[in-house]
């Protein structure tokens, strides 16, 4: 059931509805039990069975990025494209919109939510505004590497995350992956005036974030100021001096060239960065049940590729934007301790009033710790 705010508590990990075991390991994270279909029925291949009986359905999807099959939000729309039509005979369509053709994110999120977009691929900040629970992800410093926050979202507290977010806004995440990783801070040393090498360089700086609290909160916490600025505006933003800089994993920072205008990165690592498939729930509902196991199926895969398409892009990042010029700076054991110092409490004070139920927090707390003892992290500070 829905949240009914903090006048009425309950235990986030015990409610009901959760959207399935181990999404990613299932092949059915996106079907919850009492979603349309009787289970079972697909073919050996993934394909459906009885397509010949099937109407031809066409679903759009909106992204924000260039349309570049090396990036993973269009290499995920390639991949579920062929997919779609290789196992519904071509009755299943997918028409791919890249490069915000369709609006910011934002918009996008507004067309899913509507209807007359049927699927966009944001990151967990701008679906923030309408989902503030989303925000307990961005406790600062809270996992030690991608690996470490999918494990998490991969298992018992994503999906209930999921579901909820399915009964609070009507939108269905039907993938995730990481938005390339772990987010750092970067400038253009000319309009800032200094490099990063601890948290004082970035007092009364202007950094760019994502219209979520959380990662506003970090930005201020650390003395700078944060301005929320969409991300087909980012580069003309840093370029003109509205802002100093911006905080971003290294392959996300690549996409639109950022090392063109930016000429030094700290590797703070401060948050994870996540992006989502989301749907309107009722349309994939709506859809025959046949259509939406090959989807759900489909999308575990797309995502397994982005996944992929992510880790191959970390390794290689940073020598490539090295190599145009950006000093990526790797900060001291006592400089990182002080960023965790002025961040981690004043962030998580901020998350216990922006979800509907706070007890979220010390799940997802709980949750990291078993992750970081399944996955066998050395419990020491890193």
Known sequence: MPYEGKSRRRTFMKSAGAVGAIGMLSGCSALSGDDGGDGGGSSNDGGTTGSQNLPEVTMTIGHGDPPQDMFQTHGSALFIQEYMDRHTDGKFTVEINAGGSLGTYTEMIEQVQAGSLQMTFPAE????????????????????????????????????????????????????????????????????????????????????????????????????????????????????????GAELPIPVYMIPNLYEITDWMIMDRHVYSMAMAITNDEWFRDLPAEYQRTLAQGMNLANMHARRIGQLLRRRGRGFIESRGVTVYDPTPEALAEFRSLTQGPVEELVREEVADESMVDDLKSAIGDATETLQYETSED
């Not at 506003?216 to 100021?225: P, R, W």
């Not at 929320?228 to 509205?242: K, M």
């Open 125 to 244: 900040g701008h679906i923030a505004p309408i989902y503030p629970n989303i925000n307990v992800y961005a406790l600062p410093y809270a996992f030690r590497d991608p690996q470490h926050a999918l494990y998490v979202f991969d298992t018992e507290f994503g999906d209930q995350l999921r579901q909820d977010m399915v009964n609070e806004t009507g939108i269905r995440m039907l993938g995730w992956w990481e938005n390339g990783g772990m987010r750092n801070f970067f400038v253009n040393t000319d309009n800032a005036g200094t490099e990063l090498r601890e948290p004082a360089d970035l007092e009364g700086l202007r950094f760019r974030t994502m219209e979520i609290q959380a990662h506003m909160e970090i930005v201020e916490s650390l003395g700078a100021q944060a301005e929320p600025i969409a991300w087909t505006e980012l580069y003309n933003a840093i370029e003109q001096g509205v802002v100093d």
